[in-house]
C-alpha cells in the first residue's frame, strides 16, 4: 500500500513538473509573438507623448481617485465641472487626469486629510485638533491649486517657446515647404506644450477636421496671450491671403520685443524683493551679531573681539 501511495504522489509531482514545463514555454512563445505583431503592426507617431516611469506610477495611484468622482462631482466648491475641464486643457491633461478623476482625486485627498488628522487627534500630537480641520481643507484646496499652477507653467512655458518655433517655422516656410509638412517637419523636434498643440492640430486636420475648427480648438485650450495672438494672425492671414512666411516672421520679432519686456519687468519687480530682505533680515541679523559681540566683550574685561573665538 506504501509502494502505491509512494508511486502515486511520484506521479503527481512527474504531471506538476511537465505541465509546469509546458505553461513555461506558452508563455515564451506567447510573449515572442506579441514582440512579433508589435514590429509589424507599429506605427512610428512623433507627436506621441511618452510617459516616464514617475508620471505612469503617480498615474496608477490617481486610479484610486475614480471611486470618489461621483461625489467629487456634486461637491463641487470652487471646482465647477466647466472651470476644471478648463483648467486641464489648459494644462495638458497631467498624468491622464480627466475631469471625474479629477474631482475624485480632490475627495479622495479629502478623506486622506480626515484620516491624518484623527491619527494626529488619537496619538495627541500638538494642534491636533486644529489639524483634524487644516488637514482636510489643504487636501482638498491643494488639488485645486495644483491644477492652477501647472496650467499656469504649461501656459507660460508656451510662450516662452513660440519665439525659437516662429523662426524655425519662418525659415522652412521661406524655403518653399508648405504650412502642413512644415509643421510635421518641424514640431517632432520640439519638447513641451509645443509639440503637444500643433500635434494635436496636426492629428485634426489628418482625420478631417476643417481647419478653422482646428484653430478654435487652439484658442480654446489655451490663455497664453502670444500664443493667442499667433493664432489669431493665421486665421486673419489665410482670410486676407497674407504670406504665412511673413506672418510668422513678424509674430517671431513681436514676440521677442515682448519676452525682453517681460524680463525687464521681473527684473524691476526683484529689486524691492531684494531690498526688503536686506532691510528686514539681513541687517537686523547683523545688527544683532555685532550687538551680541559687544556686549559678550563687556563681560569679558574688554578683551579683543577675535580672543572670543578661543
Known amino acids: 500500500m506504501d509502494g502505491i501511495v509512494v508511486i502515486v504522489v511520484c506521479l503527481c509531482l512527474l504531471f506538476l513538473a511537465l505541465s509546469l514545463r509546458s505553461y513555461y ?22 507627436f506621441e507623448k511618452r510617459e516616464t516611469r514617475r508620471e505612469k506610477i503617480i498615474s496608477k495611484i490617481l486610479e484610486y481617485a475614480d471611486d470618489f468622482s461621483v461625489i467629487g462631482q456634486r461637491i463641487n466648491f470652487f471646482s465647477e465641472n466647466h472651470e476644471i475641464k478648463k483648467k486641464l486643457m489648459q494644462a495638458g491633461f497631467p498624468y491622464n487626469l480627466t475631469l471625474e478623476r479629477f474631482q475624485g482625486l480632490k475627495m479622495f485627498l479629502l478623506i486622506v486629510g480626515f484620516i491624518l488628522g484623527g491619527i494626529s487627534l488619537i496619538l495627541r500630537f500638538p494642534y491636533a485638533e486644529v489639524a483634524v480641520i487644516l488637514y482636510p481643507v489643504a487636501g482638498y484646496m491643494g488639488a485645486i491649486l495644483w491644477l492652477n499652477r501647472k496650467a499656469k507653467q504649461r501656459q507660460e512655458e508656451l510662450s516662452f517657446q513660440l519665439p525659437d518655433f516662429l523662426d524655425t517655422m519662418s525659415v522652412t516656410l521661406q524655403a518653399g515647404v ?39 480648438s487652439l484658442l480654446e485650450r ?18 486676407l491671403g497674407v504670406p504665412i512666411s511673413r506672418t510668422f516672421k513678424l ?31 539681513v541687517m537686523p541679523s547683523a545688527l544683532l551679531l555685532i550687538g551680541g559681540l559687544m556686549a559678550i566683550n563687556m563681560f569679558k574685561d574688554n578683551s579683543g573681539l577675535f580672543n572670543l573665538f578661543k
Open 25 to 46: 514555454k506558452y508563455f515564451i512563445l506567447k510573449q515572442e509573438l506579441k514582440e512579433e505583431i508589435k514590429e509589424k503592426a507599429y506605427v512610428y507617431n512623433a
Open 178 to 216: 508648405g504650412l502642413d509638412q512644415a509643421l510635421r517637419d518641424i514640431v517632432p523636434y520640439f519638447e513641451g506644450p509645443i509639440k503637444d498643440e500643433f500635434g494635436r492640430f496636426i492629428q485634426e486636420t489628418d482625420v478631417g477636421v476643417p481647419r478653422g475648427n482646428a484653430y478654435q
Open 222 to 239: 489655451n490663455e497664453s496671450k502670444e500664443f493667442q495672438m499667433l493664432i489669431k494672425s493665421l486665421i486673419q492671414g489665410e482670410r
Open 251 to 281: 509674430q517671431a520679432e513681436e514676440m521677442r520685443k515682448i519676452k525682453k519686456e517681460k524680463i525687464k519687468e521681473q527684473a524691476a519687480k526683484a529689486s524691492p524683493k531684494v531690498t526688503l530682505i536686506t532691510t528686514f533680515i
